[in-house]
């Protein structure tokens, strides 16, 4: 889990999600294990409850400003897709692992919750908090914009993919540390990786 030594304003939100109980359950989860290790979103997530206990006690119904509704309203929608978005966050690990393991090349594919983006899992290690999958987009076809919950490592087997500020086509390889976080990615005309990650990244809003 990463600690965030500065908050942004979707990490903001998803306090405040988490503070009204807003969160879908499996988002929920994450969170509550993300804030036992970092002061900064525990800090803002408490920093709630007064505002939150004072309209529990309001006599009349508090509308919250518009400003306020826009903000939450991509968040609370994105915590209801997360777990269809990221399938592999419901991938359990192998019973027991053997000491060679051999994932043959006639595997399924599985659909996201994003149109034309399927996944097909490799291997899980929960301990150490790590996944290895091969992701297939279709052409024309984005992943929105997310942040890593630790080091993230793709290689491009075919076609190409984009994202701001750059652009990889296959035999290209790139890295990203714990904590960054990746803009809305697109295919032009579709393509195949190979990606070890985390099993906690966190799924942003997208800013209009």
Not at 123 to 136: A, G, K, Q, S
């Given at each position: 889990?990463?600690q965030h030594?500065?908050?942004?304003?979707?990490d903001?939100?998803?306090?405040?999600?988490?503070?009204?109980?807003?969160?879908?359950k499996?988002?929920a989860?994450?969170y509550?294990?993300h804030?036992?290790v970092?002061?900064?979103?525990r800090?803002?997530?408490?920093?709630?409850?007064?505002a939150?206990?004072?309209?529990?006690?309001s006599?009349?119904p508090?509308?919250?400003p518009?400003?306020?509704r826009?903000?939450l309203?991509?968040?609370v929608?994105?915590g209801?897709d997360?777990a269809?978005?990221q399938?592999?966050?419901?991938?359990?690990?192998a019973a027991?692992p053997?000491a060679?393991?051999?994932?043959?090349g006639?595997?399924?594919?599985?659909?996201?919750g994003v149109?034309g983006?399927?996944?097909?899992?490799?291997?899980?290690?929960?301990p150490?908090?790590?996944?290895?999958?091969l992701?297939?987009?279709?052409a024309?076809?984005?992943?929105?914009?997310?942040?890593?919950?630790?080091?993230?490592?793709?290689?491009?087997?075919?076609?190409?993919?984009?994202?701001p500020?750059?652009?990889?086509?296959?035999?290209?390889?790139?890295?990203?540390?714990?904590?960054?976080?990746?803009?809305?990615?697109?295919?032009?005309?579709?393509?195949?990786?190979?990606i070890?990650?985390?099993?906690?990244?966190e799924l942003?809003?997208?800013?209009?």
């Amino acid at each position: 889990m990463t600690q965030h030594s500065i908050l942004q304003d979707d990490d903001r939100d998803r306090a405040a999600l988490h503070a009204l109980g807003a969160l879908e359950k499996d988002a929920a989860k994450l969170y509550a294990a993300h804030l036992e290790v970092c002061d900064a979103c525990r800090a803002e997530v408490e920093s709630h409850r007064e505002a939150i206990d004072a309209l529990g006690r309001s006599p009349e119904p508090v509308e919250p400003p518009p400003s306020l509704r826009s903000r939450l309203g991509p968040a609370v929608r994105l915590g209801q897709d997360a777990a269809a978005i990221q399938p592999w966050k419901r991938w359990a690990p192998a019973a027991s692992p053997e000491a060679m393991t051999l994932v043959r090349g006639d595997g399924d594919w599985e659909k996201t919750g994003v149109d034309g983006v399927e996944v097909r899992r490799l291997f899980v290690d929960v301990p150490n908090d790590r996944l290895t999958m091969l992701v297939r987009m279709a052409a024309k076809t984005e992943y929105p914009s997310h942040r890593h919950g630790g080091v993230e490592e793709c290689f491009v087997l075919e076609g190409d993919i984009y994202g701001p500020g750059w652009e990889m086509r296959a035999g290209d390889y790139q890295r990203l540390e714990g904590g960054s976080v990746h803009g809305v990615q697109g295919s032009r005309g579709g393509c195949v990786l190979f990606i070890v990650s985390s099993l906690n990244d966190e799924l942003l809003p997208s800013r209009p």
